[in-house]
């Protein structure tokens, strides 16, 4: 594999569809989020992504099934939005600033052709103190005062490193609206308070309340 390959899997039917992306990261919260919306929403799989920028292992399944490194597409129609929804469980090396370019590309690509109207990044942010938060970074200063009266806090700290941010930003180079929604924790580890917030912030903003 020499270049970045996408596979189609099915097609589905989605109208005005919103883009949710998840990857792993600070607290592994933006990956932890994903997965609870595909598994709340009852999201289906239909399509991978695959680059030769990812690491050079193999994940093996509880059955002993070996697959590459990949991002997998869920769509869920939930009421008042259908969804697109993104996850994996690497990305390509910090350091590599090209491959980082050219996936996330692709990615905007093919969500604007699947009529995206609205790109959603998740990801976590280290602090120091025990604190729930959620931060939010938007492409207007509108979207950012939406969402901050919806419970966010303006995240001015300066960057967001990785794909979370980068998505977004090349998004809003296509006159694509969105936001990045940041959840704090406080180290490395899988972090699934913090993504829980995240997750919880993100339906209640949908319009789908959800009850701890």
Known sequence: MDKLYLREISKPALENPVFVQGLPGFGNVGRIAAHLLIKFSDAKPFAELYSPSFPDYVSVSSKGICYLPRYEFYSAPIEKNNLVIMTGETQPSFDDVVAHYHVCTEIVDFVERLGCHFIVTIGGVPITEDKTQVY?????????????????VIYGRGRIVGGTGLTLALAKERNLEG??????????????????????????ALGKEIKE
Not at 136 to 148: G, H, I, K, N, Y
């Open 136 to 152: 939010v970074v938007a492409t207007s200063p509108r979207l950012a005062t939406e969402f901050m009266e919806k419970g966010a």
């Open 179 to 204: 936001v990045c929604l940041l959840g704090t924790t406080t180290g490395f580890k899988a972090d699934r308070g913090a993504g829980f917030q995240v997750f919880k912030f993100l339906m209640k």
